[in-house]
């Protein structure tokens, strides 16, 4: 069994900045791709970051690019999403992932394993 567990959310102004972590198990962290995908009220979940299993390449949603940054510290079997410049459109329950298939835009039907998600909020 996989466990994804997320922290970090919270209520930011637009403009700052989060960190969001995902601890696993230490197998998941050395074997899977893992990623960040998020949710908005009234909208399906969509795609946000995913990293390789060794942390050496990643792909970001055109819409975050530039501004989040994916990393692994697979020693800490952690996985972190650090946001930037953050906007109002970026308030969503944030989810991390593991198990898939590394590429761009992956599809949310694709992921087999969920945390429970994270709460960010970005006021204006």
């Known amino acids: 069994q996989v466990q994804l567990v997320e922290s970090g959310g919270g209520l930011v102004q637009a403009g700052g900045s989060l960190r969001l972590s995902c601890a696993t198990s230490?197998?998941?962290?050395?074997?899977?791709?893992m990623g960040w995908f998020r949710q908005a009220p009234g909208k399906e979940r969509e795609f946000v970051a995913d990293i390789s299993w060794n942390g050496i390449s990643t792909y970001y949603a055109n819409s975050v690019k530039d501004r989040f940054t994916i990393s692994r510290v697979n020693a800490k079997n952690t996985v972190y999403l650090q946001m930037s410049s953050l906007k109002p459109e970026d308030t969503a329950v944030y989810y991390c992932?593991?198990?898939?298939?590394?590429?761009?835009?992956?599809?949310?039907?694709?992921?087999?394993?969920w945390g429970q998600g994270t709460q960010v909020t970005v006021s204006s």
């Open positions: 992932a593991a198990g898939f298939s590394f590429r761009s835009n992956q599809s949310p039907s694709g992921v087999p394993y």
């Open positions: 230490e197998r998941t962290s050395s074997i899977y791709a």
